[in-house]
């Protein structure tokens, strides 16, 4: 949501320059057939000036554009791959594999994964990775994943301090804030389980939700995509479903932590479980719905 905000203050920095050459350009003339020839003179050479400044910016830019790293391509046996372990892409239409691939390509152009111990990541294992994103940004106006620069892959699950140990508990962490503000650490075998059975848990799902949630600079269970009527609901929704006691099976109960964990669970449910949560949440089911296929504008 940075990069997108970040264009259209380019954009409108571009449209300003632009009224101002225009406003300077007739001004010139004007000036002269009213006798201020020195004054013409001045701001006819200011604007030549800033006028070779803007090309020579924009030209510099042009060339940072093209030599960005190009997507990564998918060929037949990654399609294969594809439609035998992601589950997500084996259901889409033939036009929309091809808009996932085209997603998944442009995601490991830009962001890398690292797999621990490994001087170059399986090939699997980024295509888990990009597939956990893809998803999860699926049907939105955009897909680009904020500050987001790496995502480390641990082999086994660790602990708070991000470190592998034998009863680790965590499978998956985005990170607020710190050193590691643009890295996200996934388990492997987590990875991995989270596609190999629909059941409404899959950690790459759940991390990535929580980064879309961070789109407006805070993992708060709110995303920024979200309007005030629909927060309310959902914050209304959310904080009677904390308190009760007892907690149904239809979703996860880690759910129930708070918020922001509540977000990324129910995201995981709508992601590979829409079903069951629109007879359990049908509310908070609406509000995914309409959101995340672009139906609220």
């Known amino acids: 949501m940075n990069k997108y905000i970040q264009f259209l203050k380019g954009k409108a920095r571009f449209t300003m320059w632009i009224l101002i050459f225009c406003t300077l350009l007739i001004t010139v003339p004007i000036l002269l057939s009213s006798n201020y020839r020195t004054t013409a003179k001045v701001i006819g050479i200011v604007t030549v000036i800033a006028l070779s400044y803007a090309l020579w910016l924009w030209k510099t830019q042009t060339i940072r554009k093209i030599n960005r790293k190009s997507r990564i391509r998918i060929n037949l046996n990654d399609k294969f791959w594809l439609n035998e372990h992601i589950p997500f892409y084996r259901n889409l239409s033939k036009k929309d594999k091809i808009i996932f691939e085209d997603r998944i390509g442009l995601f ?35 897909w680009n994943y904020g500050e987001l620069t790496e995502v480390l892959i641990y ?100 759910a129930f932590t708070n918020d922001e964990e509540f977000f990324a669970v129910v995201m995981e449910t709508y992601r ?20 995340l296929n672009n139906r609220n504008n």
């Not at 490991?108 to 998803?135: G, M, N, R």
């Not at 949440?281 to 309409?290: A, G, N, R």
């Open 272 to 291: 590979e479980l829409p079903n069951r949560l629109n007879k359990k949440y049908p509310e908070l089911y609406q509000i995914l719905d309409s959101y």
């Open 108 to 142: 490991l152009a830009e962001i890398a994964v690292s797999e621990v111990d490994k001087k170059v990541p399986d090939k699997s294992t980024c295509f888990y990775v990009a597939s956990s994103a893809v998803i999860t940004f699926w049907g939105l106006p955009y």
């Open 155 to 254: 082999p086994e699950n660790f602990n708070q301090q991000n470190e592998i140990i034998k009863h680790g508990m965590i499978q998956g962490k985005i990170h607020q804030g710190g050193l590691m503000d643009s890295t996200m650490i996934l388990s492997l075998p987590a990875l991995i389980s989270g596609f190999t059975v629909l059941d409404g848990q899959n950690v790459g799902i759940h991390e990535f939700s929580h980064l879309l949630d961070k789109q407006d600079n805070e993992i708060d269970g709110l995303p920024f995509m979200f309007d005030e009527g629909n927060r309310k609901v959902w914050t209304q929704f959310v904080e009677i479903e904390l308190m009760k006691k007892g907690h149904p099976s239809k979703i996860d109960r880690y």
